[in-house]
């Protein structure tokens, strides 16, 4: 059992990512911005059932201590303790407005950059994030700094996107879309999903054993919780994809009403779920 959550870290310079876009994509998705919390709440809608049912086959439950990094809105730091009963989680962000809006017993904030040298919380049964990594430049440090924050026995779990417009795609309205806004976001606030195959070679590095990983990709169906959330998405950050040359304004409404329509078939993003265990001492 842990004490109140410290001070937050802060790091001078934490807010520039060398590309002038923020960590973690605020400067195109801040959190104060009106509707970014129902935004988060569709990816969490569409991806939340596979990561609970992941780390629960992992053993997470009572008497589990979790650490959530990127916490988001808090939807898998309360099912981890409403649906899962382990003991504590401390759900970390970088702005925690969300997390404080729904509090449940057992769970602890923590407004914190965990890119921050001196971020050191203690030990957990489980660290997890989840989209995340993806938009941070030092990765690779940060995984193995996760990794040295696993107890013995305990699991790093950790889960990004996957690009799946590749050259053979079809062209589709949506196919044009995500090409846009994966160079768009990477251009502009440094994300960048090609490296995100390389987990479990990560987290082998770090000295974690029992690697292994899967694949999540969600319907792409009218009005499912997915397509709103690319719709969504796509209309926060028009201008970084619009800026690409890739598509214009008319052709990011045309992929919006694309996804509402029953002709649209496409694959959606896939989430890469890969997971290590610490080596009992």
Known sequence: MYGPPPDPVVTPGADDDGGGGGRYGEAVFPPERAGEGERIDLGALAYDDVTLARLTAL????GWRCLDVGAGTGTV????????GVERV???DRDVRFLAERPVPGLDPLEADVTAPDFSPGRFRLVHARFVLMHLPERERVVARLAELVEPGGWLVLSDAVDLTSEVAPGTPYTRA???MWRGLRESIGTDVSWVPAYPALLRAAGLAGVAAEIHVPPLVPGSPI???WADTWERSRA???ATGLVDD???DEAVRYLGAEECAALSAGMLT???RRPPS
Not at 59 to 62: E, F, K, N
Not at 77 to 84: G, I, V
């Open 59 to 62: 053993g997470a439950g009572p």
């Open 77 to 84: 730091s309360r099912r981890l303790l409403l649906e899962a």
């Open 90 to 92: 401390l759900a970390v």
């Open 178 to 180: 995500m090409r846009a």
């Open 227 to 229: 397509s709103r959330f």
């Open 240 to 242: 970084a994809m619009v």
């Open 250 to 252: 008319a052709a990011l």
């Open 274 to 276: 890969v997971w290590g």
